[in-house]
């Protein structure tokens, strides 16, 4: 069963900046909040991961309340080959120290128009 | 620095056929997982190893299993196959010796269509 809830899919114009908001309610204690991005017929692609407050990168900017029970990926300024679906994940630890699963949902389908 | 690979790319099988699909990690990772992800879905975790044995497994019958060599290569093997077993093979690989093992790479994945 998945453990996040975000948007089925988002709409967008080029030069714009996207924010894909994602819902974790039962998120654990040593849980990181890590967001993938996959083109059709390819293995996801790491996009960012952070744990609490804001993470940013070359990419992407992630924002996360003090609560821990959402999350916000932003894309700066988007183009057409940002077109593809987004994966906000929290994972499952294992029995074993150090194992680590991915629980994905069905993710938001982001489509960037000209 | 090479990434995750798998091989094959696509193959075709018969219903009741086995098939074996395999994944070399990423130079420095010691964990693979296996996921399948069928057509408009998310991919969904089967298993992952690490040491040559499988520490977490997903919500898949027997029919699926796996193996992991000591070059941490890994191979996913699918008896008495089904229509609903066509997917996209996804292999992700990490490291448990950092502090970084949440960070999985995904390789491009293997087809699998069964008809």
């Known amino acids: 069963l998945a453990k996040t809830t975000q948007p089925i899919s988002m709409d967008s114009y080029e030069g714009q900046e996207v924010n894909i908001t994602c819902s974790h309610n039962n998120i654990a204690t040593n849980d990181y909040i890590t967001w993938y991005q996959q083109f059709p017929s390819q293995g996801p692609r790491f996009i960012i991961q952070g744990y609490k407050t804001k993470v940013t990168n070359e990419v992407a900017s992630l924002f996360i309340p003090a609560d821990r029970k959402s999350s916000t990926l932003s894309l700066p300024r988007v183009s057409l080959s940002d077109t593809a679906v987004y994966y906000c994940l929290v994972g499952d630890q294992g029995a074993t120290s150090g194992t680590y699963k991915y629980i994905f949902g069905t993710g938001t389908r982001l489509k960037v128009l000209a | 620095d090479a990434g995750v690979t798998q091989s094959p790319t696509h193959l075709i099988k018969t219903r009741g056929q086995q098939v074996t699909l395999r994944c070399s990690p990423k130079s420095g990772h010691d964990t693979v997982s296996w996921y399948q992800q069928a057509l408009g879905q998310g991919p969904q975790f089967i298993f992952q190893?690490?040491?040559?044995?499988?520490?977490q497994r997903g919500n898949f019958p027997d029919r699926f299993s796996g193996h992991q060599f000591p070059n941490y290569s890994s191979e996913l093997n699918v008896n008495a196959l089904l229509l609903g077993d066509s997917a996209l093979y996804l292999c992700?690989?990490?490291?448990?010796?950092?502090?970084?093992?949440?960070?999985?790479?995904f390789g491009p994945g293997t087809r699998l269509t069964v008809t």
């Open positions: 992700a690989s990490s490291s448990r010796r950092t502090a970084f093992f949440y960070e999985q790479y």
């Open positions: 190893y690490y040491e040559e044995e499988e520490r």
